[in-house]
C-alpha cells in the first residue's frame, strides 16, 4: 500500500521555522518526484517545491524561493521542506506528493499524504 505520511508542522511566530517531512512507504522511492504543495483556506492547491529522487534536481516556487529548501534522504524515504522565515501569508495546509517527475499542477501528481497543517501568527 503507498502510504505519504507529513509531519513537521505547527504554530510558529512570523520569522520562525519549520521543517516539514514526508516519510514514503509502498513505492520504489528512487522512480519518483517528490512535491510540497500548500492549500490556504479559499485558495487552489499550489506548487511550493519538488523533487526528483533519481537524480535530485528540484523546483521551488518563486513566492518561497531563498526561505524554504527542499531534500531529500533517499536512504529513509523521506523528503523534507525546510521552511525559514515564514510569514503569515506562509499559512496552509502542506501536502506532499508523489509523481513520475516535478509538474506545477496537482492532478499530474499519483499519490498524495494527508496534510499537515502550518500556522503562522503576526
Known amino acids: 500500500e503507498v502510504q505519504l505520511v507529513e509531519s513537521g508542522g505547527g504554530l510558529v511566530q512570523a520569522g520562525g521555522s519549520l521543517r516539514l517531512s514526508c516519510a514514503a512507504t509502498?513505492?520504489?522511492?528512487?522512480?519518483?518526484?517528490i512535491g510540497w504543495f500548500r492549500q490556504a483556506p479559499g485558495k487552489e492547491r499550489e506548487v511550493v517545491s519538488c523533487i526528483s529522487s533519481s537524480d535530485g534536481s528540484k523546483f521551488t516556487a518563486y513566492s518561497v524561493k531563498g526561505r524554504f529548501t527542499i531534500s531529500s534522504d533517499n536512504t529513509k524515504n523521506t523528503v523534507y521542506l525546510q521552511m525559514n522565515s515564514l510569514k503569515p501569508e506562509d499559512t496552509a495546509v502542506y501536502y506532499c506528493?508523489?509523481?513520475?517527475?516535478?509538474?506545477?499542477?496537482?492532478?499530474?501528481?499519483?499519490?498524495w499524504g494527508q496534510g499537515t497543517q502550518v500556522t503562522v501568527s503576526t
Open positions: 509502498g513505492f520504489t522511492f528512487d522512480d519518483y518526484a
Open positions: 506528493a508523489a509523481g513520475a517527475f516535478c509538474p506545477a499542477v496537482a492532478g499530474l501528481y499519483d499519490y
